[in-house]
């Protein structure tokens, strides 16, 4: 609550008015159905730092179609190496002469380069997973996972969000339904981008609606 009160001035000098402000501010209401999506998001995702009231509207892990393109190429070249170890064990990749020591020394070469592969694949898996986009009802966080060791996170606030659209490139993004996010910010003209994104049209239209409620300050009933 403001009190006021009237400084004593010259006839000649203009009145001052001095405003007291409380120390406190006063913390907006949270509703119980708010509350219990708070807690729940807290629950479900513990990596995110939600503030008081703000909850997941959206969770997006990035389409299957990734994995199937990096496991395809994990097992050409699986099956590549492997039929190397089987012409060497025949003495097709062998010198005359070789001992059998010499070829069985050269498969186990070519084993541990197929265990190889096959690591290589699983830390794509990880690093592919990794990156996530997750819509609350106040902000946009996209954790961006560049190695098996190195990650980052980007948050942006829903006031800042001039701009989002999504794009579908092709006849297999069109039928299976998937493609990439864009967002552009206020002020400073920074475009992120979220790729592999399945059903963008919905996640679009999550946040578009998210973010003109949040602007016009309404409850926002989505999610």
């Known amino acids: ?29 949270i509703s119980d159905i708010v509350r219990q999506k708070h807690e729940e998001s807290k629950r479900l995702y513990p990596q995110l730092n939600l503030s008081e009231g703000e909850y997941v509207i959206s969770a997006v892990r990035r389409h299957p179609i990734g994995l199937l393109q990096i496991w395809s190429v994990v097992v050409i070249a699986m099956v590549a190496i492997g039929g190397g170890i089987a012409m060497t064990l025949g003495g097709q990749f062998m010198p005359s002469g070789a001992s059998t020591a010499s070829a069985s020394w050269l ?43 190195s990650k980052k996170e980007q948050t942006i606030s829903l006031i800042n969000i001039e701009d989002a659209s999504f794009r579908q490139h092709g ?26 994104v399945a059903d963008p049209s919905r996640q679009i239209t999550l946040l578009n609606d998210a973010v003109e409620a949040f602007k016009n300050g309404r409850p926002i009933e989505i999610g």
């Open 1 to 29: 609550m403001r009190s006021a009160w009237l400084a004593p001035a010259p006839a000649d000098q203009p009145q001052v008015v001095y405003m007291a402000r409380p120390h406190d501010p006063i913390k907006p209401e």
């Open 107 to 149: 498969s186990l070469l070519l084993l541990a380069l197929i265990v190889l592969v096959f690591l290589g694949g699983v830390m794509a898996t990880v690093v592919y997973d990794g990156n996530r986009f997750f819509l609350t009802n106040e902000s946009v966080t996209q954790h961006i996972q560049l190695s098996l060791f």
């Open 171 to 196: 006849i297999i993004q069109t039928f299976l339904n998937y493609g990439s996010l864009r967002l552009s910010t206020q002020g400073d003209e920074t475009t992120y981008r979220f790729n592999f």
